[in-house]
């Protein structure tokens, strides 16, 4: 069995650093791959630096207007050759044997897996780790998985069959939650039956302290839309409580009226969500922290966790 995997790699404005994500690709121990680069936007410019390549495996495909991150992606699966989908975002990048040992996986998981994905190793952040810290255990909610326990998976860790992209495509509407809408979408619907590769295979390149990927919408409205509307459909009480916390706060942080936006969506949260001792504890960190120091509080839980435990005898 040797599948054609498709790697998409969408791009907008990035022409100097898509080519690290372009080589990443190529350079695969896995030789039976295609790259297709789907370019955001008319780029003349990018399309003629990235012809330069010269290499067969390699195909670009330009769009005459933009049409954002979600789209952008379900245009490279359409004009995709490969029985498996592999996506990686421009400024990221791949270790050589990511795909092979994915597909590696295969020989010893359910025979109806469509959905692999790996760790990734965080750097540019100002600390580098590795995400996410544990996948989802079975029988867990997704939606609490990801919200309330911090278990963020990486595009650009998946590796997801043809057909089942095609049957869940990516969301517009999802505002810059396209990744976690998507795999909420295809949990709810059962459509997915996931592997996992314990292994770090991606650095993923995520900018530094507040800043955000610009793949990534800063108009927090749209995520406030997104989330309210699907409190009681694909997050659970207790997680739309902790999206607002988590994710809309940061949000409000580069709008205007902080204060007050903060204040409202927080009154949301415990009004229309499901709180506990830990989301007030973690109210705290997210009002008066940012991104650098938080990530280092949870560093040293995470490591004063894990040698109490180690002491204890107790596996992770």
């Known amino acids: 069995m040797n599948p054609i995997v498709s790697a998409v790699i969408p791009t907008h404005k ?3 650093l898509v ?3 372009i080589r990443s ?5 896995y030789l039976n791959l295609e790259v297709i680069v789907v370019v955001d936007g008319p780029e003349p410019d990018t399309v003629k630096i ?3 390549f010269e290499e067969p495996r390699l195909r670009i495909v330009e769009l005459r207007q933009n049409v954002g991150p979600a789209e952008v992606r379900n245009i490279g699966v359409r004009e995709a050759n490969g029985e498996w989908i592999a996506f990686l975002d421009d400024d990221d990048e791949w270790l050589p044997a990511k795909i092979e040992k994915q597909l590696n996986l295969l020989a010893y998981a359910d025979p109806r897996t469509n959905f692999i994905a790996c760790r990734s190793q965080e750097v540019d952040s100002g600390i580098d780790k590795i995400i996410p810290r544990r996948f989802p255990r079975p029988g867990e909610d997704w939606s609490e998985y990801i919200f309330c326990s911090g278990g963020f998976l990486p595009v650009p860790g998946y590796l997801i069959k ?4 095609l049957s869940v495509p990516f969301l517009n509407a999802a505002a810059s939650f396209e990744d976690v809408d998507w795999l909420l979408r295809a949990r709810a619907a059962n459509s997915l039956v996931p ?5 770090a295979l991606v650095i ?3 900018g530094s302290g507040d800043t955000i990927r610009v793949s990534h919408d800063p108009e927090w409205d749209r995520f406030y839309k997104w989330a309210r509307s ?9 997680a739309f409580s902790y999206c607002l916390l988590t994710q809309g706060s940061q949000r409000i942080k580069r709008s205007k009226g902080f204060t007050q936006n903060f204040a409202s969506l927080m009154y949301r949260a415990i009004s229309e969500g499901e709180i506990d001792f830990r989301f007030c504890l973690s109210l705290f960190f997210f009002a008066f922290l940012d991104v650098r120091s938080r990530s280092i509080l949870r560093l040293i839980y995470e490591r004063t966790r894990r040698e109490v435990r180690a002491m204890a005898g107790i596996k992770r």
């Open 14 to 16: 990035r022409p100097i």
């Open 19 to 21: 080519q690290r994500a």
């Open 25 to 29: 690709a190529l350079n695969q121990s």
């Open 50 to 52: 990235l012809e330069a």
């Open 162 to 165: 043809r057909e089942l992209m």
């Open 195 to 199: 592997a996992w590769v314990d292994e």
């Open 204 to 206: 993923y390149h995520n």
């Open 230 to 238: 699907n409190r009681g459909i694909l997050l659970t009480p207790k």
